[in-house]
């Protein structure tokens, strides 16, 4: 990983009493692996964990609060090798073919528009969204 990630956990039911249910505590996790988690509520602390295993496994509750992430910071790195796997096929000495390596569609082919387009991510791809209107 080369950036933090935030993150959130969210409680299901309240097995200790004492956090309640929903949002609990909004985390980082960081490029080494360490998490933080800052708890919300009337007597908000601060705890940092080695590994977010860890936070999960004393605060998870066997299912009952569970992470969630709150940024898309490896859907940037997913696009991108999505990208690079739909690249213009070309040969050792530079030639190409007009088509994509991968599904040998013309270039740039849909995947790779829909890669490379800056649009929500999650959403699924529709070919129409890249035809020109008519």
Avoid at 28 to 45: F, K, N, V
Avoid at 46 to 75: F, M
Wanted: with cysteine.
């Amino acid at each position: 990983m080369t950036q933090s990630r935030r993150f959130h956990l969210f409680r299901h039911a309240d097995v200790s009493g004492v956090s309640g249910t929903g949002i609990v505590a909004d985390g980082i996790l960081w490029p080494d692996g360490t998490a933080s988690l800052r708890w919300r509520g009337e007597r908000p602390s601060s705890v940092h964990w080695d590994r977010i295993a860890d936070a999960k496994a004393v605060h998870g509750h066997g299912g009952a609060t569970e992470i969630v992430w709150d940024d898309n910071g490896s859907d940037a790195e997913r696009l991108a090798r999505i990208a690079e796997a739909h690249a213009k096929d070309e040969t050792a000495h530079g030639m190409t073919s007009g088509y994509c390596n991968d599904c040998e569609q013309r270039w740039p082919c849909p995947t790779y528009v829909w890669a490379t387009t800056d649009r929500n991510t999650l959403a699924a791809w529709d070919p129409a969204d890249d035809e020109a209107d008519e």
